[in-house]
């Protein structure tokens, strides 16, 4: 069954704020990842974690790996209106070879 | 590069009926794989193919199959279609299995 906890579920914010969202899990992870999925497309990776601790930028998104390896945050600064759409994290375990592990995703609506 | 290319977008079966999704990518990856989304799921794996030749069962793979027809072409065949599988299916490929998995737009199939 699912084994990632990603909250919030849902954010309605207004544009230009920033927005901040985790994944958690009783697990340990060796890569975290996140996408982002727009209405009717498939998701599209933003960024990838390999290490614990590490802390990686795309623009305006920003991602870290946690140090237990159990979790992961993706940070948005300065939002605007394409930011719109569901957010994923994704993890993949040692043990589990190539399949990754999906978060059950964050839906982010953003007011102008 | 068209990418990943999935077919058909949309589907409409009847409880019984039999369907075959296709996807193809044309990046030369070797690893490919079949997701379903289901809301406030996330993704989840039902099938995929480490490498041509091989396939390896997911998290959901009951009442589905899978042929990896080519290094391109990874195809899921539903046999007897039930409403509970009514979802949307994303197929996805990476070079390797431990690289990142891009995405293809989805199949929108509908169960009645």
């Known amino acids: 069954g699912q084994q990632l906890n990603q909250s919030p579920q849902s954010m309605f914010i207004q544009e230009g704020e920033d927005v901040s969202m985790n994944c958690t899990s009783s697990s340990i992870f060796n890569t975290w990842l996140w996408y982002k999925q727009d209405p009717g497309e498939g998701p599209v990776l933003l960024i990838a974690?390999?290490?614990?601790?590490e802390l990686t930028s795309n623009g305006r998104l920003t991602a870290q790996f946690g140090i237990t390896r159990k979790d992961s945050f993706l940070n948005i600064s300065a939002s605007i209106p394409s930011d719109v759409g569901i957010y994923f994290c994704a993890g993949r375990k040692e043990t589990s070879g190539s399949r990754l592990t999906f978060g059950e995703g964050t839906q982010l609506t953003v007011n102008p | 590069n068209a990418g990943v290319t999935q077919t058909p977008k949309f589907q409409v079966l009847k409880t019984g009926q039999s369907m075959t999704l296709q996807c193809a990518q044309d990046?030369?990856?070797?690893?490919m794989y079949w997701y379903r989304q289901d809301p406030g799921m996330g993704l989840r794996l039902i099938y995929y193919s480490a490498s041509e030749g091989t396939t390896d069962k997911g998290e959901v793979p009951n009442g589905y199959n899978v042929s990896r027809l080519n290094k391109r072409e990874f195809s899921l065949r539903l046999e007897s279609a039930a409403p509970s599988q009514t979802s949307v299916y994303f197929c996805?490929?990476?070079?390797?299995?431990?690289?990142?998995?891009?995405f293809g737009p989805g199949t929108r199939l509908l169960v009645l």
């Open positions: 990046m030369n990856h070797n690893s």
């Open positions: 996805a490929s990476s070079l390797r299995g431990f690289e990142t998995q891009y």
């Open positions: 974690l390999y290490k614990a601790g």
